[in-house]
């Protein structure tokens, strides 16, 4: 079994910065993509940021240019930096992993989740 734990989130002003992380445990080969997913309150989750593990990165349009998505696959930790924060980026940041539980298998987990509120 794989476990995804994320931590950061908190309350911050608009215009400041969290660092967000999610830390892989348990049995697996590797981890191949990971990355951050947010939800606020009545919308669907949505993509924020994605990078494989050979480092190619993709960003929602919402997150280009004031975040930045990076992971230490020594530690099989990805991070979510975030600067510029904005009262609409307000919601709980969830961590997701494509794994490779053996040479054969890949399989889809997700963290718990992990809030972020940015007032105004």
């Known amino acids: 079994q794989v476990q995804l734990a994320e931590s950061g989130g908190g309350l911050v002003q608009a215009g400041g910065s969290l660092r967000l992380s999610c830390v892989a445990s348990?049995?697996?080969?590797?981890?191949?993509?990971m990355g951050w997913y947010r939800q606020a309150p009545g919308i669907q989750r949505q993509l924020v940021a994605r990078?494989?593990?050979?480092?190619?990165?993709n960003y929602a349009d919402s997150a280009k240019g004031r975040f930045t998505i990076s992971r230490d696959n020594a530690k099989s930790t990805v991070y979510l930096r975030m600067n510029g924060l904005k009262p609409e980026d307000t919601a709980v940041y969830y961590c997701?992993?494509?794994?490779?539980?053996?040479?054969?298998?890949?399989?889809?987990?997700w963290g718990q989740g992990t809030q972020v509120t940015v007032s105004s």
């Open positions: 997701h992993a494509v794994v490779q539980v053996d040479y054969s298998d890949s399989r889809s987990y």
């Open positions: 348990g049995s697996f080969f590797s981890l191949n993509a």
């Open positions: 990078i494989t593990s050979g480092g190619l990165k």
